[in-house]
């Protein structure tokens, strides 16, 4: 009994280990049950349909990728803007060579390196109302005046031995051919008979840039406007300096808490209207005291939220603003209580007003930093045209209009491109820059018309400059000096002493030779005050922009009476972006 007892309280404990057991083994069951359902046959249906989505989804991808690519590539071949087919990508090489075939008017006259010129980015190029002398300004804080100069010099032809007689068949056998490649002595007197009558017919004129003066401000330069015979300066840190260019009259106030970026004056109210990268607007109106100081009282302001990269005054009416994020006008007339209209979205490099002689109407041109061009009417604000940008051309960071007839867009990868007006033809592409420049590629950052003898100045962002002139018919042109009465060909145009009307700022009258009416009496515009002082109106020492005026009141080359700076001396900014 006892060992069944002993048996039976073994298989009890063996039966009540089983079913200790149990619900280990039924939850291993149900877990396993579990990794079933995830592994088991409901997995491969829910698993094959996400992995199916995702193959899918990574081909529609390679798709769309491979797409892009051909449009890419067909983009890179073809011209964009189908009303002339003839501009087209030479090369398909990151350093291609654009020539301007469809523009033969273009023709290069010179170019001045940035070890004579600018250590940096050239953000304005001005030239005054005779012509004669032309300013550049620069972030390296230098202004040089530069005069305009033409000279004949030799063509290559001319300096090429273009003899029809091949060396060595002329005159004897025995003459026998030199180091240089001509033939013997006796051959050699009559060949440089010929090659001296060729070099003389040879000989063509251009013209040349001569450094005149050189004034170093303490601030970086990033925009400037010459109005009313004054030179205004926006300077990185805020400040604006305006110089008389014949008096030699200086004064500066504090405009803006950072880097002013477009500086104009309206002509009729003599308003200085200054703009900054932070988004503010702001009107000024001079005033000089009794003690012969000129102070600068702000009229309006307002901000407008975004850089502000150029703006223009249309007449009597608006100000168009080109910011960074799209184009705003204001009324002139309601400036306090006007809120700015916005025209367009897209974010703009500068902008150009143009005329069109035939209609008499006033057209806007914005570069885009899409690489586009939109022209807007100045008198309703509305869009006109749209010209598309081109694959094998990057952006348009600044353009400008010459003789009419041409409008130059310097592009961002150092090439320039021409339209005809006032259609706005596409004409051609090329680039400024020898094709075996080495890298980085300067941008082209200004381009301004200079003279009256359809020259252009073309500035650079290593600081280098460039001559070019439009000249459709050679011989009806007039060089500068025979309307300015300088000095003609093989000499420097000097600025010619006629009589220029008084300075005019901000209702301020100083008067010029042409601005005394009968009697000796100043003839102030309207709602002017008429002074004219006897003492300097400033305090700091007198210096001029033209060079021959420096002479005449004894201060010495170089303005502020210190002698010109060394431009390898000149401390350059760390980068484009400083303000100071």
């Known amino acids: 009994m006892g060992g069944k007892n002993k048996k039976k309280k073994a298989t009890n404990t063996s039966g009540s280990k089983k079913k200790n057991k149990q619900p280990q083994t039924s939850s291993s069951s149900n877990n396993g049950g579990m990794m079933d359902v995830c592994r088991g046959q409901q997995a491969p ?31 890179s071949n073809r011209n964009k803007n189908n009303k002339n087919k003839n501009f087209l990508i030479k090369t398909q090489s990151e350093r291609a060579s654009f020539i301007a075939e469809d523009d033969p008017a273009m023709v290069r006259q010179s170019a001045v390196s940035a070890e004579e010129a600018h250590g940096t980015d050239v953000c304005e190029i001005l030239s005054d109302a005779t012509g004669g002398m032309v300013y550049t300004l620069s972030r390296d804080k230098k202004i040089i005046a530069w005069g305009l100069e033409e000279r004949e010099t030799d063509s290559i032809a001319g300096n090429l031995n273009m003899s029809s007689t091949s060396p060595g068949s002329a005159g004897s056998s025995t003459a026998s051919s030199t180091l240089f490649g001509g033939a013997g002595a006796a051959a050699a ?5 010929n090659s001296t009558s060729a070099s003389s017919s040879c000989r063509v004129k251009r013209w040349f840039l001569k450094k005149q003066n050189t004034i170093q401000l303490d601030y970086a330069i990033w925009c400037a406007t010459f109005q009313a015979n004054c030179l205004f300066v926006g300077l990185g840190n805020g400040q604006v300096k305006v110089f008389a260019k014949d008096t030699g009259d200086q004064f500066d106030f504090q405009a803006h808490t950072k880097r002013v970026t477009c500086i104009r004056r309206h002509a009729a109210s003599g308003i200085v209207i200054t703009g900054d990268n932070g988004g503010s607007l702001k009107c000024w109106q001079l005033e000089q005291t009794a003690a012969g100081q000129v102070n600068a009282k702000c009229a309006f302001e307002t901000e407008l939220h975004a850089e502000v990269k150029s703006f223009e005054v249309i007449g009597n009416t608006w100000i168009y603003v080109a910011s960074a994020k799209g184009l705003l006008r204001l009324p002139l007339q309601g400036l306090e209580s006007a809120k700015p209209e916005k025209l367009t979205s897209e974010a703009l490099n500068a902008l150009m007003p143009f005329e069109v002689a035939s209609s008499q109407q006033t057209f806007l041109a914005a570069p885009t930093r899409g690489g586009g061009i939109q022209l807007f009417d100045a008198a309703t604000g509305k869009k006109q045209h749209s010209i598309d940008a081109v694959a094998n051309m990057k952006n348009v960071m600044t353009l400008g209009e010459l003789a009419g007839e041409r409008v130059i867009c310097g592009h961002q990868d150092g090439k320039l491109s021409s339209f005809r007006l006032p259609e706005w033809t596409r004409l051609c592409g090329w680039r400024i820059l020898d094709k075996l420049q080495q890298s980085p590629v300067h941008n082209v950052t200004c381009v301004r018309q200079i003279g009256a003898a359809g020259l252009c100045l073309v500035g650079l962002q290593n600081g280098a400059l460039q001559l070019w002139r439009y000249a459709p018919n050679e011989q009806h042109l007039v060089a500068p000096a025979a309307a300015t009465g300088g000095v003609g060909v093989h000499g420097v145009s000097a600025p010619a002493t006629v009589a220029t009307p008084g300075v005019v700022v901000g209702g301020l009258v100083v008067p010029g030779a042409a601005s005394m009416g009968h009697g000796g009496a100043p003839l102030a515009p309207q709602g002017g005050v008429q002074i004219m002082p006897a003492t300097p109106v400033l305090q700091h020492p007198q210096f001029h922009l033209n060079p021959e005026a420096q002479a005449q009141h004894g201060v010495a080359p170089g303005g502020l009476g210190r002698p010109a700076i060394d431009p390898a001396s000149v401390p350059l900014p760390d980068d484009d972006d400083d303000d100071l």
């Open 189 to 193: 007197a009559s060949s440089n008979i």
């Open 45 to 75: 249906s829910a698993v094959r349909k996400n992995v199916n989505a995702l193959k899918k989804e990574e081909k529609r991808r390679r798709q769309k990728e491979k797409k892009q690519q051909e449009k890419q590539l067909q983009n």
